[in-house]
């Protein structure tokens, strides 16, 4: 990385990059210009416009107080030695010998990218999906937004009982009136909206994996 000679002091404080602008990225951060000993300034480098990571792409819509834990990064974030990078992508935009030339420290809080496959018959056949593209897709990630599910079904099968398996089941489950009081974007409270209901939604724990998304009729389905 920079040389970090004397870095630390108000003169030169201690450059550090964090890429990822989620909530450990935010953490990171606030850890580290709370420090009393060494002064620090923080750039946060994101691939997305906005910040906040899964508090923003993640969390279920109708969970809103969880996502008030965003006020505490809008805090960090109105530091004066620090600064956020939107819409920059590591690897293409930024590279590591560009953070080895410019910073002292770097923090990489990306998390993971893919999904876990499960590995069976049918995995990939029309109307299956992994849990991980409805949930962003209903979130209003931009990665996302123009997937298309098939919501005219009566009933779906979800693979997994963890937290993510049960936002999407409860999804699912609401009625306009609820999903209006959510903070979904436009677009799928429509699309959620026009479903058929009351809807079926039964859950098999297959002890892995986030969750998966199932319509009827897929042949393999376990």
Not at 51 to 73: C, E, N, Q, S, W
Not at 120 to 131: C, K, M
Not at 163 to 175: E, F, G, K, M, Q
Request: glycine share 10%; proline share 8%.
């Amino acid at each position: 990385m920079a040389a970090s000679a004397l870095a630390g002091t108000p003169e030169n404080p201690l450059r550090v990059a964090i890429v990822g602008a989620g909530p450990a990225g935010f953490y990171a951060a606030d850890h580290l210009l709370k420090q009393e000993d060494v002064v620090v300034s923080v750039d946060m480098f994101d691939r997305l416009l906005s910040p906040y990571g899964l508090v923003r792409h993640g969390v279920a819509p109708d969970h809103l107080k969880i996502k008030t834990v965003t006020k505490g990064f809008s805090q960090t974030a109105m530091h004066p030695r620090f600064r956020f990078f939107g819409n920059v992508d590591f690897g293409r935009d930024l590279t590591i010998d560009d953070l080895k030339g410019l910073y002292h420290q770097a923090v990489f809080c990306t998390g993971a990218q893919t999904d876990r496959r499960m590995g069976i018959p049918g995995e990939d056949l029309e109307g299956s999906h992994p849990a991980t593209s409805f949930v962003a897709w209903y979130n209003g990630h931009p990665d996302y937004r123009d997937c298309r599910f098939d919501l005219s079904q009566e009933s779906v099968a979800i693979v997994g009982v963890g937290n993510v398996a049960i936002d999407v089941a409860r999804i699912l489950c609401l009625s306009p009136e609820e999903l209006r009081a959510t903070d979904m974007p436009d677009y799928a409270v429509k699309a959620l909206s026009k479903k058929p209901g009351p809807r079926r939604v039964p859950s098999r724990p297959p002890g892995s994996g986030p969750g998966r998304l199932h319509e009827p009729g897929v042949e393999g389905t376990r």
